[in-house]
């Protein structure tokens, strides 16, 4: 994204997502979420230069809006010759037992985690998730991380979960009333004085690597 400015959300802004996780933070209305939709041009902007892949996969805030069908193997069925490729697809992150539940009757994890295969199921070149972690108890959120830690491809995030960025993400950018005001690696960004300043809750990794004068990306 170079220069890149919608209606007055967005205002100026420069990314680059390379290889690895970038992750964007925010507070709510600095702009996250609208990022994430010029960045796959389901938005266009007003001025300013949005250069993506191909085919960009996406997995939207709330999964349940990814579904089309009525059962997880109805939503597979276009992208795989038959029904045993998908169950070894699905078994390859231990959902094979999801193939004929009703999408509707998913729990939360179970639909984030189907959203985001779904968005990589036809072999996207980059992928947008927002708010991978939203509603997730910890098992579902280690899931989500070891997914999308799995991809061979970039992967774009937006999240509140500071602790979930921290831990996963190789750069991060953070946002506020539509500007970058900073960017850089994430024990960068995270271990900043400047960050505290910014009035974001400190992830607890960080609260307890600066009593132990180490930059810790987890607790675990």
């Excluded at 802004?13 to 996250?32: E, Y």
Aim: aromatic share 10%; net charge neutral.
């Amino acid at each position: 994204m170079e220069d890149v400015w919608y209606k007055d959300i967005v205002k100026g802004i420069n990314i680059v997502c390379g290889k690895g996780i970038t992750a964007i933070i925010g507070p709510n209305g600095s702009g996250k979420t609208t990022t994430l939709r010029l960045i796959t041009k389901s938005l266009k902007p007003d001025r300013g230069k949005v250069l993506i892949p191909d085919k960009v996969g996406s997995s939207w805030q709330n999964p349940y809006y990814t579904f089309i069908k009525s059962t997880v193997y109805e939503e597979f069925k276009e992208f795989f010759k038959d029904r045993k490729e998908i169950e070894d697809f699905l078994g390859n992150y231990g959902l094979k037992h999801l193939i004929d539940k009703y999408t509707f009757k998913l729990s939360m994890g179970q639909a984030r985690i189907i959203s985001i295969l779904i968005a990589i199921s036809w072999s996207p070149n980059a992928l947008v998730v927002d708010e991978p972690t939203n509603g997730l108890g910890l098992k579902e959120k280690k899931m989500v991380e070891e997914l999308l830690k799995s991809m061979k491809i970039p992967v774009i995030i937006a999240s509140h979960d500071l602790d979930f960025v921290l831990k996963i993400s190789d750069y991060v950018y953070v946002m506020n009333d539509g500007h970058i005001i900073a960017e850089g690696s994430a024990l960068d960004v995270f271990y900043d004085d400047k960050f505290s300043l910014l009035e974001f809750p400190e992830p607890y990794a960080v609260i307890v690597g600066k009593r132990l004068g180490r930059r810790l990306r987890s607790i675990e």
